[in-house]
């Protein structure tokens, strides 16, 4: 069988990166894919820059583009996408970041092999000219296909085993729609969104595979983490995010 998978993309800011990541979409080996990308109002070409890839690239017809009416911010973007969503699995991509050209061909195959819900890839750091920057983010092959063994193997300490990220992982749609699954909050999205989640998951794998570029870059939220000194209202935001999941 040859699902149909959604790539969705929140699109704010990214000029300078937005023709590489969806061009590493358009050239997958897999190639039963939509393209979601979600403009959020920025200030900028990017969505020019995706209207001219939509002409010109000979599978351009898979992007879609939907425009917000005003900025709301990364969760409300892939709410948007989950809505909008044909595809029987959904894929979180960072419009700043690219995937590998096997990345989708490797995550399907592995998900309809074990039918699990929750598919990871691997991912690796990279600097604006694609080198290795950072260690980490590599997994192990684990699948974990019976009940507890994933919320287990998360929970087993204080250590984390898992990347608090939905980039890079292939999602099945029914298991987001079945559990009634969104993104809450414009800081801390990805977090609370696995909280929610975890308790569902009943069936997930671990790739070892590098499917994913993680573009580290000046003003990011990986280099902002080493940061002195931290804005009293981002403070308060991180203390609203601790009580919600008290």
């Not at 890079?168 to 414009?186: A, E, G, P, T, V």
Request: hydrophobic share 35%.
């Amino acid at each position: 069988m040859n699902d149909k998978i959604t790539i969705g993309m929140p699109i704010y800011q990214v000029e300078e990166y937005v023709t590489k990541c969806i061009e590493s979409v358009l050239c997958q080996t897999y190639e039963n894919l939509e393209i979601i990308a979600v403009d959020d109002c920025g200030t900028d070409k990017s969505i020019y820059l995706i209207e001219q890839l939509q002409r010109s690239h000979p599978r351009g017809n898979q992007i879609n583009i939907i425009h917000h009416t005003e900025n709301k911010g990364v969760s409300e973007c892939r709410n948007t996408i989950i809505e909008h969503a044909n595809g029987k699995y959904i894929y979180f991509l960072d419009s700043d970041d690219y995937i590998e050209p096997n990345a989708i061909e490797l995550l399907y195959t592995a998900a309809e092999e074990t039918q699990s819900q929750v598919t990871y890839g691997s991912f690796r750091y990279v600097d604006t000219s694609g080198n290795n920057c950072k260690t980490g983010g590599q997994l192990p092959n684990k699948k974990f296909l019976k009940s507890g063994e994933f919320q287990h193997y998360v929970c087993q300490d204080v250590k984390m085993h898992v990347t608090i990220a939905c980039w890079n992982i292939l999602f099945l749609s029914q298991f987001i729609r079945d559990n009634h699954l969104c993104f809450h909050f414009r800081k801390a999205e990805d977090l609370v969104f696995f909280t929610d989640f975890y308790p569902f998951a009943l069936r997930v794998v671990f790739l070892s595979d590098i499917t994913y570029n993680y573009l580290v870059r000046e003003n990011s939220l990986t280099s902002r983490q080493s940061r002195q000194i931290i804005p009293a209202k981002e403070m308060e935001t991180g203390f609203n995010f601790i009580e919600y999941i008290s």
